[in-house]
């Protein structure tokens, strides 16, 4: 039986969004933690998990893996979801880009002091 992806962000969307949607798709279950506090976060950052120190993260195939489109492309390709031909295969990165800047355009991180807080756009209800 294969492992759950787990999948490590603050409780929102943001960029996990388009990794969750693709899980969805693809038909995987997955697990979540939150990061709720700052010593969580910290705690990743001093484990050395967060390459450039930046979540979502997503453990998988016994990998660590950050940054949304890297996590996106392997997923894709471990799915099979990349379609059948080049032809397919770009259509569904142009859809991926689109969605990830549209992901991008709703979350705002904001770092202040000692408290770490994620700040969503909430009326945004995903593509169209």
């Not at 693809?26 to 950052?45: D, I, P, S």
């Amino acid at each position: 039986m294969e492992v759950k992806p787990k999948l490590y962000y603050f409780q929102g969307r943001g960029r996990m969004e388009s990794i969750r949607w693709l899980l969805a798709t693809a038909g995987v279950e997955f697990e979540e933690e939150f990061l709720e506090t700052r010593e969580q976060y910290e705690k990743l950052q001093k484990d050395g998990c967060l390459l450039f120190g930046q979540v979502p993260l997503v453990e998988i195939d016994g990998m660590l893996l950050t940054q949304t489109r890297a996590i996106l492309s392997y997923l894709a390709a471990k799915y099979n979801l990349y379609g059948k031909d080049l032809k397919e295969r770009v259509r569904h990165l142009r859809q991926e880009s689109a969605t990830f800047l549209q992901l991008r355009s709703s979350c705002n991180l904001e770092v202040r002091g000692s408290h770490l807080r994620m700040a969503t756009m909430l009326t945004w209800s995903g593509p169209s």
